[in-house]
C-alpha cells in the first residue's frame, strides 16, 4: 500500500456514491430501539421502488441525539427524520424527491446540533464504520502514511506537545508529554494501549467513538506507536461493550489486510500489530496499572505508583497508555496542525470535548463542544433543559470520581480547571442531570453503592471505608442518622481520599464531599427523629 | 552502592538509595506501623498504615514502597496520621468478627498489637458481621476468614517464597476472599506442599495451625527470613 493506493481508494469510493444517501444509525442507542429493522426496512423500500441506482440505505455510527433514535438523516437535503419507526420507511423513501412523510422530522438547527464543534465526532454518523473504504475516503489513514514518511517520531510529538492536547481519561495530563517519556524511555520492547474500559454510570463516549469510527483509533494508536517506538499495541475494552468490539476487530482485520497495520506498514519499515483484550467487567480495570495487570493475565487489581507505565508498564516495558478519546484526536491534529487544535477551547484546556448527557434533560446523547463551553450552554440551550418545565437542581460531571454542580455554579466553564474548581472534575465526559426531585443524599448513596461495590478489595480504605460511608449514606437517608454521623461521614470521606491506595477510593468521596458542600440541607433534613418520608424523594426503608 | 541523606521526624538518617522509607526507619529505630508489609516478600502497599507525609508533596506516601532520596524530610507521626492510622484499625475491626478472646492468636497478634499501639479503644462505625466460614479441611491447618485482613502476606509467600501459588484472592470489594487452589477446600488444593509458610506469614489468627487453642498461636518468622536469605544472598545461617 502506497499513498497512491490510499488515493485511489478514496477516489473510487467517492465516485461510487450515489445521488441520494440515506444514513441509518447503527450505534448502540439506536439499534436497541429498533434500528436494524429501521435500516431493513430502508432497504426494502429502495428495492421495492426501483431506486437501487440512485439511492443508497448506509449503516452509520452515533449521529448523537439518542434521545430521538432510531435516527435516519437524508443527504443530499440534510432532512433529519426522528424516532423512525421501520413502518414508516415506506413513506421516507417515497418522499426522497420531495413531499412530505409520514416521518417526524427534526430541526437541525436547533443549537444541540449548531453549537457543536466535531473534531473527535467528525466521522460519527457519516461514515460507515464497517468499511475500511469508507473511513479512507473520508481523509483515514493518510496522516499516518504521512507520519511515516515526512516526520521523525520526535517531530510528531512535538506536534502533540505544541497541540497541547492533554488525556481525555478524566486526569487531563499532558499527552504530549506522556509520549516525551516513553519515547525517551529506552528499551527493546514497548507498547501502546488503548484504554476502552468506560465504565461510569452515564458515560458513552467511548463506546460511541469505537462504534462509528474504528479506524480513527487506530490510526491514533499506530502514529502513537511510531512516536515513542513501539510495536506491539492493545486495545483494552470492557466485555460490556460486544458491538464495538465487533466493529474493531472487524477494522483491524481490514487494514492488516491492506497494509495498514502489521509488518511494513505504508512500504516503510515501520511495524505494528493491534490486539484486542477484552475485560470482564470490572470498573477498576479502567485504573491504568490494574488495567496492565489485567492484560497480563492477572487479577486486575492496582499498585502503587511510581514506577508510573510510561518507565515500566506491561510485562515491564515502558507502555503508553490513553483513553480512547485522546487516541481519537490523533489523526486531526497530525492532518490540520497544532495551531489549528490549539485554537479551539481555552488557554491551559484546549480542543474540544465529548459529553454523554443524561439524566433529567430533554436531549439526551452525545455531545462535542469546544473546551470552555459553559455549562449553562450546554444544558440549557443545547440539551434544552429539564423535561416539562423542571428547573436544574444540579449537574454531576466525572461520575463516581466526580461531583455534583449545583444550579448558582452553572455559569462554569468546561474546562479542567474550572471544574476542578468548583469540587468536581470533567472525567471521562459523563454528564448526568438533575431536577428538584431528585434527592443528594440519595444520590451520593446511588455513586457509593458503585464504588463499594466496584472496589478491588486491595487497599482497606477503600474496601472497607465505601462500605461504611455507604452505611451512613444509608442511615441518614432512613432519618436513623444523628449529628455525629454526620461528623463521622466527614471525617471518613477526607479519610479514604487521603489514604486509597488507586485513583478509584482517592475519588469516592467526592460525590459526597460534593453534595455536602452544595446540598447541606438535603442531609440536615434527614437529620433528628424519624419521620414520615416526605416529598423530596427521602423514601421509607425499602431497598 | 549510592548512599541518601534525608531525616526521619527530625532525625538525619542515612540509607542505601534503594532502600525504603520503611526500611531505612527501621535501621534508625523509627517504628512505622505496617500490616501487609513481610520481609522477603514483595511490597502491595496495601493496609495504608505506613502512609508518611512528606515534606513538598500534599499526598500521604505509603512508606514500604516509598525509596529514599536526597534531602527527603518525612514525618511518621502526626495527627493526621494517627487519626487516619486509627480509623484503618477500626475499619478492619468493623469489617469482619474479630473477637480476640477466643482467638488462637490472642496475645500473639499484630492487628491486636497494633490497636494498642495507635490507642485505638473504641470502634466508631457499624460491625459488619458477615457470615464467614472456617475451613478446616487440610490435616495440619486451618483457616478461619472471620480473622482474615485481607493483606495477601499468605499469598505472596506461598507464591515467591515456596512457589506454589496455592493461595490467591477472588471476589472484589469486601466480598474479597482468600482462596486456595480453584477456590477448593484448603484440604482438596492439590498445589498446596503443607509447608506452612502461609501460617507463619499469618498477622492475625485466621491462618492456623490444627489443635491450637486460645492464645496459643505463636510464629517463628526466622523461619521465613532464613529461606530468603538463604536465596537472595546464598548464606544458609539460621
Given at each position: 500500500m502506497e499513498l497512491s493506493d490510499l488515493q485511489d481508494i478514496a477516489r473510487k469510493e467517492r465516485e461510487s456514491q450515489k445521488p441520494i444517501r440515506v444514513r441509518c444509525c447503527t450505534a448502540a442507542g439506536c439499534l436497541s430501539s429498533q434500528g436494524q429493522a429501521v435500516k431493513s426496512a430502508l432497504d426494502e423500500a429502495v428495492a421495492a421502488n426501483?431506486?437501487?441506482?440512485?439511492?443508497?440505505?448506509?449503516?452509520?455510527?452515533?449521529?448523537?441525539?439518542?434521545?430521538?433514535?432510531?435516527?435516519?438523516?437524508?443527504?443530499?437535503?440534510?432532512?433529519?427524520?426522528?424516532?423512525?419507526?421501520?413502518?414508516?420507511?415506506?413513506?421516507?423513501?417515497?418522499?426522497l424527491d420531495g413531499g412530505d412523510a409520514d416521518a417526524n422530522v427534526g430541526d437541525t438547527t436547533r443549537p444541540f446540533f449548531t453549537r457543536q464543534v466535531a473534531v473527535v465526532l467528525e466521522n460519527s454518523g457519516r461514515i460507515d464504520p464497517e468499511r475500511i473504504e469508507s473511513y479512507i475516503a473520508a481523509d483515514g489513514y493518510h496522516a499516518l502514511h504521512t507520519v511515516l514518511h515526512d516526520m521523525t517520531p520526535a517531530q510528531v510529538v512535538e506536534t502533540i506537545i505544541a497541540a497541547g492536547l492533554r488525556g481525555r481519561g478524566g486526569a487531563g495530563y499532558p499527552t504530549g508529554l506522556k509520549w516525551a517519556t516513553v519515547a525517551k524511555t529506552e528499551a527493546d520492547r514497548k507498547f501502546v494501549v488503548v484504554n476502552a474500559d468506560e465504565g461510569d454510570p452515564g458515560a458513552f463516549m467511548d463506546r460511541s467513538v469505537l462504534e462509528s469510527d474504528p479506524h480513527r483509533i487506530l490510526e491514533g494508536m499506530a502514529i502513537a506507536a511510531y512516536a515513542v517506538g513501539a510495536s506491539q499495541g492493545y486495545v483494552y475494552v470492557r466485555g460490556e461493550y460486544p458491538l464495538a468490539i465487533s466493529r474493531l476487530q472487524t477494522a483491524i482485520r481490514q487494514a492488516r489486510r491492506m497494509g495498514l497495520l502489521g509488518t511494513q506498514v505504508f512500504e516503510s519499515p515501520f511495524n505494528f500489530r493491534v490486539d484486542i483484550r477484552i475485560g470482564a467487567g470490572a470498573f477498576v480495570c479502567g485504573e491504568e496499572t490494574a488495567l496492565i495487570r489485567s492484560i497480563e493475565g492477572h487479577r486486575g487489581v492496582p499498585r502503587p505508583r511510581p514506577p508510573y507505565p510510561a518507565a515500566s508498564g506491561l510485562f515491564g516495558c515502558p507502555t503508553l497508555i490513553n483513553n480512547v478519546e485522546t487516541y481519537a484526536n490523533i489523526a486531526p491534529i497530525l492532518r490540520k496542525g497544532a495551531e489549528w487544535f490549539a485554537s479551539i477551547g481555552t488557554e491551559k484546556s484546549k480542543g474540544t470535548k465529548v459529553f454523554a448527557l443524561a439524566g433529567k434533560i430533554t436531549n439526551t446523547g452525545l455531545i462535542e463542544v469546544p473546551m470552555g463551553t459553559p455549562l449553562r450552554t450546554i444544558v440549557e440551550e443545547m440539551g434544552g433543559g429539564v423535561p416539562d418545565g423542571g428547573t436544574v437542581k444540579a449537574v454531576q460531571?466525572?461520575?463516581?470520581?466526580?461531583?455534583?454542580?449545583?444550579?448558582?455554579?452553572?455559569?462554569?466553564?468546561?474546562?479542567?480547571?474550572?471544574?476542578?474548581?468548583?469540587?468536581?472534575?470533567?472525567?471521562?465526559?459523563?454528564?448526568?442531570?438533575?431536577?428538584e426531585q431528585d434527592n443528594m443524599v440519595e444520590v451520593a448513596r446511588f455513586f457509593m453503592e458503585f464504588c463499594m461495590d466496584e472496589s478491588c478489595g486491595k487497599c482497606v480504605p477503600c474496601r472497607a471505608g465505601t462500605v461504611q460511608i455507604h452505611r451512613l449514606l444509608t442511615k441518614i437517608r432512613d432519618r436513623r442518622a444523628t449529628d455525629e454521623d454526620l461528623a463521622t461521614l466527614r471525617t471518613l470521606c477526607e479519610m479514604v481520599k487521603q489514604t486509597s491506595l488507586c485513583g478509584l477510593?482517592?475519588?469516592?468521596?467526592?460525590?459526597?464531599?460534593?453534595?455536602?458542600?452544595?446540598?447541606?440541607?438535603?442531609?440536615?433534613?434527614?437529620?433528628?427523629?424519624?419521620?414520615?418520608?416526605s416529598a423530596n424523594g427521602a423514601a421509607p426503608r425499602t431497598a | 552502592?549510592?548512599?541518601?541523606?534525608?531525616?526521619?521526624?527530625?532525625?538525619?538518617?542515612?540509607?542505601?538509595?534503594?532502600?525504603?522509607?520503611?526500611?531505612?526507619?527501621?535501621?534508625?529505630?523509627?517504628?512505622?506501623?505496617?500490616?501487609?508489609?513481610?520481609?522477603?516478600?514483595?511490597?502491595?502497599?496495601?493496609?495504608?498504615?505506613?502512609?508518611?507525609?512528606?515534606?513538598?508533596?500534599?499526598?500521604?506516601?505509603?512508606?514500604?514502597?516509598?525509596?529514599?532520596?536526597?534531602?527527603?524530610?518525612?514525618?511518621?507521626?502526626?495527627?493526621?496520621l494517627r487519626e487516619y492510622r486509627r480509623m484503618i484499625l477500626e475499619l478492619l475491626f468493623a469489617e469482619r468478627n474479630h473477637v480476640c478472646s477466643v482467638c488462637v492468636a490472642n496475645g500473639h497478634c499484630e492487628l491486636q498489637d497494633l490497636a494498642i499501639a495507635q490507642g485505638m479503644d473504641h470502634v466508631r462505625f457499624d460491625y459488619l458481621f458477615p457470615k464467614h466460614l472456617v475451613d478446616v479441611s487440610h490435616p495440619r491447618f486451618g483457616v478461619d476468614h472471620n480473622r482474615c485482613v485481607l493483606c495477601t502476606r499468605c499469598v505472596r509467600v506461598c507464591d515467591e517464597i515456596e512457589g506454589a501459588h496455592t493461595w490467591d484472592v477472588a471476589g472484589r470489594g469486601s466480598r474479597a476472599t482468600v482462596i486456595t487452589d480453584m477456590n477448593v477446600p484448603w484440604g482438596s488444593a492439590t498445589s498446596c506442599t503443607s509447608c506452612g509458610k502461609c501460617v507463619q506469614a499469618c498477622p492475625t489468627g485466621a491462618i492456623f495451625r490444627r489443635g491450637s487453642t486460645v492464645a496459643e498461636m505463636d510464629r517463628d518468622r526466622t523461619r521465613l527470613d532464613f529461606i530468603v536469605t538463604a536465596r537472595e544472598k546464598k548464606q544458609w545461617i539460621g
Amino acid at each position: 500500500m502506497e499513498l497512491s493506493d490510499l488515493q485511489d481508494i478514496a477516489r473510487k469510493e467517492r465516485e461510487s456514491q450515489k445521488p441520494i444517501r440515506v444514513r441509518c444509525c447503527t450505534a448502540a442507542g439506536c439499534l436497541s430501539s429498533q434500528g436494524q429493522a429501521v435500516k431493513s426496512a430502508l432497504d426494502e423500500a429502495v428495492a421495492a421502488n426501483g431506486l437501487e441506482d440512485r439511492v443508497q440505505v448506509i449503516g452509520v455510527g452515533c449521529m448523537g441525539l439518542c434521545s430521538e433514535g432510531p435516527l435516519v438523516q437524508v443527504d443530499p437535503a440534510g432532512t433529519l427524520y426522528e424516532r423512525v419507526e421501520p413502518r414508516q420507511c415506506a413513506s421516507i423513501v417515497a418522499a426522497l424527491d420531495g413531499g412530505d412523510a409520514d416521518a417526524n422530522v427534526g430541526d437541525t438547527t436547533r443549537p444541540f446540533f449548531t453549537r457543536q464543534v466535531a473534531v473527535v465526532l467528525e466521522n460519527s454518523g457519516r461514515i460507515d464504520p464497517e468499511r475500511i473504504e469508507s473511513y479512507i475516503a473520508a481523509d483515514g489513514y493518510h496522516a499516518l502514511h504521512t507520519v511515516l514518511h515526512d516526520m521523525t517520531p520526535a517531530q510528531v510529538v512535538e506536534t502533540i506537545i505544541a497541540a497541547g492536547l492533554r488525556g481525555r481519561g478524566g486526569a487531563g495530563y499532558p499527552t504530549g508529554l506522556k509520549w516525551a517519556t516513553v519515547a525517551k524511555t529506552e528499551a527493546d520492547r514497548k507498547f501502546v494501549v488503548v484504554n476502552a474500559d468506560e465504565g461510569d454510570p452515564g458515560a458513552f463516549m467511548d463506546r460511541s467513538v469505537l462504534e462509528s469510527d474504528p479506524h480513527r483509533i487506530l490510526e491514533g494508536m499506530a502514529i502513537a506507536a511510531y512516536a515513542v517506538g513501539a510495536s506491539q499495541g492493545y486495545v483494552y475494552v470492557r466485555g460490556e461493550y460486544p458491538l464495538a468490539i465487533s466493529r474493531l476487530q472487524t477494522a483491524i482485520r481490514q487494514a492488516r489486510r491492506m497494509g495498514l497495520l502489521g509488518t511494513q506498514v505504508f512500504e516503510s519499515p515501520f511495524n505494528f500489530r493491534v490486539d484486542i483484550r477484552i475485560g470482564a467487567g470490572a470498573f477498576v480495570c479502567g485504573e491504568e496499572t490494574a488495567l496492565i495487570r489485567s492484560i497480563e493475565g492477572h487479577r486486575g487489581v492496582p499498585r502503587p505508583r511510581p514506577p508510573y507505565p510510561a518507565a515500566s508498564g506491561l510485562f515491564g516495558c515502558p507502555t503508553l497508555i490513553n483513553n480512547v478519546e485522546t487516541y481519537a484526536n490523533i489523526a486531526p491534529i497530525l492532518r490540520k496542525g497544532a495551531e489549528w487544535f490549539a485554537s479551539i477551547g481555552t488557554e491551559k484546556s484546549k480542543g474540544t470535548k465529548v459529553f454523554a448527557l443524561a439524566g433529567k434533560i430533554t436531549n439526551t446523547g452525545l455531545i462535542e463542544v469546544p473546551m470552555g463551553t459553559p455549562l449553562r450552554t450546554i444544558v440549557e440551550e443545547m440539551g434544552g433543559g429539564v423535561p416539562d418545565g423542571g428547573t436544574v437542581k444540579a449537574v454531576q460531571t466525572g461520575g463516581p470520581s466526580g461531583g455534583c454542580i449545583p444550579q448558582s455554579a452553572l455559569d462554569t466553564p468546561v474546562d479542567y480547571e474550572s471544574l476542578a474548581q468548583v469540587g468536581s472534575i470533567m472525567g471521562s465526559g459523563g454528564m448526568i442531570v438533575m431536577d428538584e426531585q431528585d434527592n443528594m443524599v440519595e444520590v451520593a448513596r446511588f455513586f457509593m453503592e458503585f464504588c463499594m461495590d466496584e472496589s478491588c478489595g486491595k487497599c482497606v480504605p477503600c474496601r472497607a471505608g465505601t462500605v461504611q460511608i455507604h452505611r451512613l449514606l444509608t442511615k441518614i437517608r432512613d432519618r436513623r442518622a444523628t449529628d455525629e454521623d454526620l461528623a463521622t461521614l466527614r471525617t471518613l470521606c477526607e479519610m479514604v481520599k487521603q489514604t486509597s491506595l488507586c485513583g478509584l477510593g482517592q475519588s469516592a468521596p467526592n460525590p459526597v464531599l460534593s453534595t455536602l458542600r452544595y446540598f447541606p440541607e438535603d442531609y440536615r433534613a434527614l437529620i433528628g427523629a424519624p419521620s414520615e418520608p416526605s416529598a423530596n424523594g427521602a423514601a421509607p426503608r425499602t431497598a | 552502592m549510592a548512599v541518601r541523606t534525608l531525616t526521619i521526624d527530625g532525625k538525619p538518617v542515612s540509607a542505601l538509595e534503594e532502600q525504603t522509607v520503611l526500611d531505612a526507619a527501621r535501621d534508625a529505630g523509627i517504628e512505622i506501623p505496617t500490616l501487609c508489609h513481610l520481609d522477603g516478600a514483595t511490597d502491595v502497599g496495601a493496609c495504608r498504615l505506613c502512609l508518611v507525609e512528606v515534606v513538598g508533596t500534599n499526598r500521604l506516601l505509603p512508606a514500604c514502597v516509598t525509596r529514599v532520596a536526597e534531602g527527603m524530610q518525612v514525618v511518621t507521626t502526626s495527627e493526621r496520621l494517627r487519626e487516619y492510622r486509627r480509623m484503618i484499625l477500626e475499619l478492619l475491626f468493623a469489617e469482619r468478627n474479630h473477637v480476640c478472646s477466643v482467638c488462637v492468636a490472642n496475645g500473639h497478634c499484630e492487628l491486636q498489637d497494633l490497636a494498642i499501639a495507635q490507642g485505638m479503644d473504641h470502634v466508631r462505625f457499624d460491625y459488619l458481621f458477615p457470615k464467614h466460614l472456617v475451613d478446616v479441611s487440610h490435616p495440619r491447618f486451618g483457616v478461619d476468614h472471620n480473622r482474615c485482613v485481607l493483606c495477601t502476606r499468605c499469598v505472596r509467600v506461598c507464591d515467591e517464597i515456596e512457589g506454589a501459588h496455592t493461595w490467591d484472592v477472588a471476589g472484589r470489594g469486601s466480598r474479597a476472599t482468600v482462596i486456595t487452589d480453584m477456590n477448593v477446600p484448603w484440604g482438596s488444593a492439590t498445589s498446596c506442599t503443607s509447608c506452612g509458610k502461609c501460617v507463619q506469614a499469618c498477622p492475625t489468627g485466621a491462618i492456623f495451625r490444627r489443635g491450637s487453642t486460645v492464645a496459643e498461636m505463636d510464629r517463628d518468622r526466622t523461619r521465613l527470613d532464613f529461606i530468603v536469605t538463604a536465596r537472595e544472598k546464598k548464606q544458609w545461617i539460621g
